[in-house]
């Protein structure tokens, strides 16, 4: 059994994975069909703030708030809406889309380059967390 790396893991894990511009990401910020998750920690919202419209789950928890059949669950997890994940740069996002695919979303997607692109190309963003 061969070691892998987290480079190597999330170079997999982005094989078949839409990623989206953060323009393209700009146009769905008011979609009613679209709900957009950050996964970064806690201490990195407060810090940095987050996308308008965002909800929230730390990677940490991601398998628990989406499993239907889980006490955690949170419905912003919802199988008929385009999914879009984003953390500081891409690499979480990327790994959480490939466990939410195993876990039978097909909707899902994720920013290229994550919240640092977001700031970099489009600055927007709630500050009230």
Known sequence: MSDITVKEMVKK???GLDELKVE???EMLNSNDTNII????TSELIENGIIPG???TSRG?????????????????DKNK????YCHS???????SKTLKDMGYSKVMH??????????????IDDHI
């Open 111 to 124: 920013i290229k380059g994550g919240f640092k692109e977001w700031m970099k190309k489009v600055g927007i």
């Open 24 to 26: 393209e990401v700009k």
């Open 61 to 77: 928890h991601l398998e628990f708030f989406a499993d239907p059949k889980c006490e955690y669950y949170k419905d912003f997890f």
């Open 13 to 15: 894990a982005k094989i």
């Open 90 to 96: 891409g690499a979480r996002s990327a790994l959480a």
């Open 82 to 85: 385009n999914l879009v994940l």
């Open 38 to 41: 950050d996964l970064r920690d």
């Open 54 to 56: 965002s909800m929230h």
